[in-house]
Nanobody, 123 residues
Framework: QVQLVESGGGLVQAGGSLRLSCAASGRTFSSYSMGWFRQPPGKEREFVATISRSGGITYSADSVKGRFTISRDNAKNTVYLQMNSLKPEDTAVYYC????????????????WGQGTQVTVSS
């Protein structure tokens, strides 16, 4: 089992930046590949980015490539999502998730989820 708690969301103007954090507790953090997902208002949850257990492999959705960066610090049991050049369409609840095994873009392959943090980008 692993417990995940996101933080760092808030209200920001378009073009601004935010850094989300996801703190993990429980079993060894480095055993899990991690992912960030988001759910815009009235829409389904979607993949944002994923990172491997060591942090050596990352992959991001086309919609955020070049603007968002996923990283992790296994010594701090934390995964981050640095979000730059934010757009109003990035407004969503952002969730971190963990899975045992390789990275994945599929929501259904993640076993553990945080409660989410709201990001609102104003135009």
């Amino acid at each position: 089992q692993v417990q995940l708690v996101e933080s760092g969301g808030g209200l920001v103007q378009a073009g601004g930046s935010l850094r989300l954090s996801c703190a993990a507790s429980g079993r060894t953090f480095s055993s899990y590949s991690m992912g960030w997902f988001r759910q815009p208002p009235g829409k389904e949850r979607e993949f944002v980015a994923t990172i491997s257990r060591s942090g050596g492999i990352t992959y991001s959705a086309d919609s955020v490539k070049g603007r968002f960066t996923i990283s992790r610090d296994n010594a701090k049991n934390t995964v981050y999502l640095q979000m730059n050049s934010l757009k109003p369409e990035d407004t969503a609840v952002y969730y971190c998730a963990a899975r045992v095994g390789l990275t994945s873009v599929r929501i259904g392959e993640y076993e553990f989820w945080g409660q989410g943090t709201q990001v609102t980008v104003s135009s």
